[in-house]
C-alpha cells in the first residue's frame, strides 16, 4: 500500500467520525486497532503530511500520542478525488486521457509518414533519382 493510498484511508475514516462528530478527535492508537495493515510509522508520516498540507489538525503529545481530526480543507479533498474518480467511471475523459490520446495520434500520424518518406527514398533511389507520380502528393 502507497502513502497516496494510506493518506485517502485516513482521510475518509476521519470524514466518516466528523459526519458523526465534528469536534471529535481520533487517537493514533485506535485508528491503528481499526486499520491493522496500517504500521506506526507509516500512520505517523502520513498524518505529518497531512497536517503539513493543512488538511487535519493534529495534537501532538510526545512521539507515542497524538490525537487527529479533519477540517474543510481535507473535507475538500475528499469530496474533489471522489468527484474525480466519478467522472472517470462515468466515461467522461479526464484531461490526462485527452493528452494521452492526442500522443498516440500523433504518434501513429508521424509513423506513417515516416514510412512514406522512407519507401519514396527507396523508390527514387532504385530509379535513378525520379519520384513516381503517386508519392508526388504528400498529403
Avoid: C, H
Wanted: aromatic share 12%; charged share 30%.
Amino acid at each position: 500500500m502507497d502513502n497516496k493510498e494510506i493518506r485517502l484511508i485516513i482521510l475518509e475514516y476521519l470524514i466518516d467520525i466528523y459526519y458523526d462528530d465534528p469536534y471529535y478527535d481520533v487517537a493514533n492508537t485506535d485508528f491503528l486497532k481499526e486499520n491493522p495493515k496500517i504500521t506506526e510509522i507509516q500512520l505517523k508520516s502520513n498524518i505529518k503530511y497531512l497536517e503539513e498540507k493543512g488538511n487535519i489538525n493534529v495534537n501532538w503529545f510526545g512521539d507515542d500520542l497524538y490525537l487527529f481530526r479533519i477540517n474543510s480543507f481535507g473535507i475538500d479533498e475528499v469530496e474533489n478525488s471522489k468527484d474525480k474518480k466519478s467522472q472517470n467511471i462515468s466515461g467522461k475523459k479526464l484531461p490526462n486521457d485527452i493528452v494521452y490520446e492526442l500522443i498516440n495520434e500523433t504518434y501513429d500520424l508521424v509513423t506513417e509518414n515516416l514510412k512514406r518518406i522512407n519507401t519514396m527514398q527507396k523508390l527514387k533511389k532504385a530509379r535513378g533519382g525520379e519520384i513516381p507520380y503517386p508519392f508526388l502528393k504528400i498529403n
